[in-house]
């Protein structure tokens, strides 16, 4: 994609950039005068007609902005009367800069037009060597929240505190160290009811924003009685206030825990129930939409092995909705528990809520960074967090409970922490998707443009290598790195938030398909280890992200069979494997990540193979779709001012190429300038020269 941005008008073409001396030799910053698509939270307190400049090349977000004070620093080769280069230059005191000789500090009467007419008028003065405007750059100390239990989170820093493996967490210090915190990112918890006055984390929630659609009022608030049911699990809602915590709890109070990205709200919405409606799953899915940033959704269908369930019409809707028209066009990153079924033969591939392009599948680690016992593995699986309490290692995830004697954590309990407003045994995928939803507010905060897609891929790709004995492991045909157990690794804030400040977005997403007819059914070899393929070819130059699989099988024992999918590059994605399923037929729809980036022109393989001898079965049907991008033409955007007062936009690119070119002031709702056809490879728009602030330009390539 193509951009171009124009500073205002009033400063003329020349103070769209400042050229300014550094370190390493000049550096260029573009001037920006104002910054609407920050959070009100994160922009700098300026004064009216102030200023911010990021160099060139970086993106205008919080973190990279900085704001131009009144003071200009100019260095002399001679001395200079400092009256005389006061009264020169206009501006309104003089004083030296003691710890620099020959080095001034000039004043000028504002932060805004008036600094950056007085570096003008410095330049123009003779014996002045260098003079540049003074910024103020945003800065954080580095010392960690005060919170007492922050030493006790191996998920966000493991330390071996646990004898654990050091290092295997999910880097969120060095997030923090960056100053992410996820300040004015909007997190929706689905779930099942929440502490609401919870000393630790009543400051982390959006209640004014919440609902709950399971008593269709207001108040999304935790309801049911003490003590433990027959599975165990507390009688009361507890579920949402500690996946919650894990996202929110209020960071440096001197108490508790600290959430990943306790600079976010959670937004509580109330839903998660023993059972549930298509509408209603729909309406805690789409809530809120235009402000939600991220979703966290640790619930799912029953981990039995035996079941295959996908969301409803309405619900699929919602989310699919979400992805195209949420969060103002760029899509809420729906962030899903893979499940807990491994230990019953499960696997994330078989739940349609894990299992989707719209959803970013996160299993679980234990604290040595191994795959804990519950996690279900799968070809849908994105990324793994760090979570514990499995079958093997005690060691679980620190949070917020319910107050009393209602949570995870009663008085009757002693292997937990003493105080019982607070949880170490948290656990499950329900513990990991939440870190994951967390990485993901602090990569929007670093980078509030990022698209649902990019955000997935900025996950899979930053995602550190965990578990590296096991053998699982395989490089995809675009290099990237994939395991049935883990997804594309661990997840990893701080690489994800340093990729994100940088990252441009992928293209609009597309959609190529290949349809299998039904009245040539493909015969299963019964018993036969070397099974059936099926070919489909694709010729288009897509880059793959997401690839899915519908089939429709009949066979009286399903669970003897395995389903593979194997792309052109050769690798391979199990989408269904041997167990002790015996239900009659399969019709789903798989989907797998591990072909990210490989290109999708080629012959696919889908491999149906029968293991055990007497029963047999067929294919009634396929469908492979691949969903991803095409690269976009080499379109250049220029521009310049046009002595009548005016601005031209020139496009250019190859002849034929069809789009269209956007402006937008805040880089976050475009409107078309004008549709575009490259009849001999350059066209020319002219635009209205704008006065009230930086004005951004795109072109967008038709598909």
């Known amino acids: ?24 030799g000049p550096e260029e910053f573009v001037v920006v ?16 007609g102030s200023i911010q400049v990021h160099r060139q090349g970086e993106l205008p977000v919080a973190g990279a902005l900085r704001s131009l004070t009144r003071h200009v620093a100019v260095r002399v080769g001679s001395p200079l009367d400092p009256e005389l280069l006061r009264q020169t230059s206009g501006a309104i005191s003089v004083r030296p800069l003691t710890a620099v000789p020959g080095v001034w500090l000039l004043e000028a009467s504002d932060a805004g037009e008036a600094v950056l007419r007085l570096h003008r008028s410095l330049l123009a003065v003779a014996g002045v060597e260098a003079a540049w405007p003074l910024m103020e750059s945003p800065r954080s100390t580095r010392t960690l929240p005060n919170d007492p239990y922050l030493i006790r989170q191996w998920t966000l820093n493991n330390t071996g505190q646990t004898r654990g493996t050091v290092g295997a967490d999910a880097r969120v210090f060095s997030a923090w160290d960056e100053g992410y915190t996820g300040r004015g990112v909007l997190v929706a918890v689905v779930d099942d009811g929440f502490e609401l006055r919870h000393p630790d984390l009543e400051a982390g929630l959006r209640t004014d924003l919440g609902w709950d659609y399971r008593d269709e009022d207001a108040s999304p608030a935790a309801v049911g009685l003490d003590g433990f049911n027959e599975d165990g699990q507390p009688r009361a809602d507890s579920h949402g206030t500690a996946v919650a915590g894990i996202i929110a709890a209020v960071a440096n109070n001197a108490f508790g825990v600290a959430g990943i990205a306790h600079g976010s709200r959670v937004v509580p919405i109330r839903a998660l129930q023993r059972a549930m409606t298509d509408a209603q799953e729909a309406s805690a899915l789409g809530h809120q939409a235009a402000l939600i940033a991220v979703s966290n959704n640790s619930w799912g269908p029953d981990d039995d092995g035996n079941g295959i369930v996908s969301p409803g019409v309405l619900a699929e809707a919602a989310r699919e909705s979400g992805v195209r028209a949420g969060r103002g066009g760029r899509g809420i990153i729906y962030v899903w528990a893979a499940g807990n079924g491994a230990e019953q033969d499960d696997d994330a591939n078989y739940d349609g ?12 680690l234990t604290d040595r960074g191994v795959r804990c016992s519950y996690s279900e593995k799968g070809a849908c699986l994105a990324v793994s967090a ?39 045994n948290f656990n499950g995928t329900s513990a990991a998707a939440p870190v994951v939803s967390s990485v993901a507010a602090l990569m929007l905060e670093a980078n509030p443009r990022l698209g649902w897609r990019d955000v997935k891929e900025i996950l899979m790709r930053s995602a550190a290598l965990t578990d590296p004995d096991n053998t699982g492991w395989f490089l995809n045909g675009a290099g990237l790195r994939f395991n049935h157990e883990y997804g594309a690794g661990r997840v990893d804030a701080g690489a994800a938030v340093q990729m994100a400040r940088t990252w441009t977005n992928l293209p609009s997403m597309a959609r190529i398909v290949r349809t299998k007819v039904s009245r040539d059914l493909i015969t299963i070899p019964d018993g036969d280890p070397a099974g059936v393929t099926h070919p489909f070819q694709f010729d288009e130059s897509l880059r793959v992200e997401q690839v899915r699989l519908k089939t ?11 389903i593979e999918l194997i792309s052109p590059s050769g690798t391979v994605s199990r989408l269904w494997s041997p167990h002790s399923d015996s239900s009659h037929g399969l019709q789903h729809r798989f989907m797998s990540v591990f072909h990210w980036g490989e290109p999708a022109a080629g012959t696919w393989q889908v491999r149906f193979t029968d293991y055990v001898s007497e029963q047999a079965g067929y294919v009634s049907g396929l469908e492979l779709e691949i969903f991803g991008s095409f690269p976009d033409p080499e379109v250049k955007l220029t521009g310049r001012l046009l002595e009548a007062g005016g601005f031209e936009i020139e496009v250019n690119g190859h002849p034929g190429a069809s789009g269209r070119v956007q402006r937008s002031v805040d880089l976050v709702e475009w409107t078309d300038v004008a549709p575009v056809v490259l009849a001999d490879g350059k066209v020319r728009v002219d635009e209205p020269l704008r006065a009230d602030g930086a004005v951004w330009y795109r072109w967008v390539q038709d598909r």
């Open 353 to 364: 809520y894990a299992n989707s392009i719209f959803a970013v599948a996160a299993g679980a």
């Open 386 to 424: 760090p979570s514990g309490n499995d079958a093997v290692r005690k060691p679980g995830t620190w949070t917020t409970d319910l107050l009393g004697n209602r949570g995870y954590n009663s008085t009757s309990i002693t292997d937990d922490v003493s105080d019982n407003r607070f949880t170490a």
């Open 33 to 48: 005068r104002s910054s609407p698509w920050l959070p009100l939270a994160s922009r700098p307190a300026l004064l009216p």
């Open 552 to 562: 429709v099988i009949e066979h009286p024992f399903r669970g003897e069979l395995q």
């Open 1 to 24: 994609m193509a951009a171009l941005m124009l500073g205002a008008a009033s400063a003329a073409a020349a103070s769209s950039t400042l050229t300014l001396p550094g370190v390493l």
